[in-house]
């Protein structure tokens, strides 16, 4: 399972990297933003995969308004890479929106870091990158303030995240084009 994880990991790493320029200070990790996703802000701990395995199987004939849609958090989902002799502690210290012209338009901020295991799930991470480790991370965000998006919740406009990180002593920040989830109302039968 282990090389087949480092195979998916290099091929992230690889294809993000000429797409996100870093701007600032050399660090001893190297960071590629994989993916940067805009949805909700999920109570707790509660996953759209754990949503998706409940039965919501069973007849909605008349009233489905108790059916609720999953919960999509939004994430932030990097690769490392530790070019360090020791351990070195990653930080997310701030994640801007911005719109199509580079204005900032709002902030987000960043919860439960986590990251990759080899067992094939993501399990809590204290934020700290071994000696040459490479591995991938993520962090929940919270929701936009959709009323200060152009478009609002509109998957077709663009909206870029600037994401910036302490690692270790030195600091990085990269932009990456975000992913706006589709909302559907809850109460809307298709």
Same mark, same amino acid.
């Given at each position: 399972?282990?090389? $087949?994880? /480092?195979?998916?990991? %290099?091929?992230?790493? @690889? &294809?993000?990297?000429? =797409?996100?320029?870093?701007?600032?200070?050399? #660090?001893?990790?190297?960071?590629?933003?994989?993916?940067?996703?805009?949805?909700?802000?999920?109570?707790?701990?509660?996953?759209?995969?754990?949503?998706?395995?409940?039965?919501?199987?069973?007849?909605?004939?008349?009233?489905?308004?108790?059916?609720?849609?999953?919960?999509?958090?939004?994430?932030?989902? $990097?690769? /490392?890479?530790?070019? %360090?002799?020791?351990? @070195? &502690?990653?930080?997310? =210290?701030?994640?801007?929106?911005?719109?199509? #012209?580079?204005?900032?338009?709002?902030?987000?901020?960043?919860?439960?870091?986590?990251?990759?295991?080899?067992?094939?799930?993501?399990?809590?991470?204290?934020?700290?990158?071994?000696?040459?480790?490479?591995?991938?991370?993520?962090?929940?965000?919270?929701?936009?303030?959709?009323?200060?998006?152009?478009?609002?919740?509109?998957?077709?406009?663009?909206?870029?995240?600037?994401?910036?990180?302490?690692?270790?002593?030195?600091?990085?920040?990269?932009?990456?084009?975000?992913?706006?989830?589709?909302?559907?109302?809850?109460?809307?039968?298709?």
């Amino acid at each position: 399972m282990r090389p $087949v994880l /480092l195979f998916v990991l %290099a091929s992230c790493w @690889t &294809s993000s990297q000429p =797409t996100d320029p870093p701007k600032g200070e050399l #660090a001893p990790i190297e960071v590629a933003i994989a993916s940067v996703r805009l949805a909700d802000d999920c109570p707790g701990s509660i996953a759209q995969a754990e949503l998706a395995k409940r039965d919501l199987s069973g007849s909605c004939a008349g009233d489905c308004s108790s059916v609720r849609r999953a919960c999509e958090q939004s994430l932030l989902q $990097v690769s /490392l890479r530790s070019t %360090a002799g020791m351990k @070195t &502690s990653v930080v997310v =210290t701030k994640i801007e929106m911005l719109d199509a #012209a580079g204005v900032a338009i709002g902030t987000l901020t960043v919860r439960q870091a986590q990251r990759w295991s080899s067992d094939g799930s993501y399990t809590a991470w204290d934020q700290v990158v071994g000696p040459g480790e490479v591995m991938a991370a993520s962090y929940a965000l919270t929701a936009p303030d959709w009323g200060l998006v152009p478009g609002g919740r509109d998957p077709s406009k663009k909206i870029r995240v600037r994401v910036t990180f302490k690692l270790g002593g030195g600091e990085k920040t990269f932009e990456k084009a975000a992913v706006v989830a589709t909302f559907m109302d809850p109460d809307v039968m298709t």
